[in-house]
């Protein structure tokens, strides 16, 4: 488990660099020097993380924009951000709910 939750703060650490192209995000991990790469969705996250956000925020936005049940959009934006916490890429501030 990797304690991010939708009350968990997240954004991007400064050990990468990043840019979009043609809708979609390339980042490069400085500390690993490995290159990833976001769909267009993964690139509206990405954007949205650059500062400090509450995931549920991240999770809000994604319904408004775009076609996908609550469920699904939680299960996969936790998915992502797992990961991006995995590879170094985000800091996540675990919140505890108020």
């Known amino acids: 488990m990797t304690g991010i939750t939708m009350d968990s703060m997240v954004e991007v650490t400064k ?12 980042i490069l991990s400085l500390k690993k020097g490995v290159y990833y790469s976001l769909n ?16 549920k925020k991240i999770r809000d936005t994604l319904l408004e924009e775009f076609a996908v049940d609550q469920k699904t959009c939680e299960e996969d934006l936790l998915s992502l951000l797992s990961e991006l916490k995995k590879e170094g890429l985000i800091a996540v501030e675990v919140q505890r709910p108020s």
């Open 40 to 55: 267009p969705c993964g690139n509206r996250i990405w954007s949205l993380i650059q500062k400090p956000i509450q995931v």
């Open 15 to 26: 050990e990468q660099m990043s840019c979009g192209l043609d809708g979609e995000a390339v």
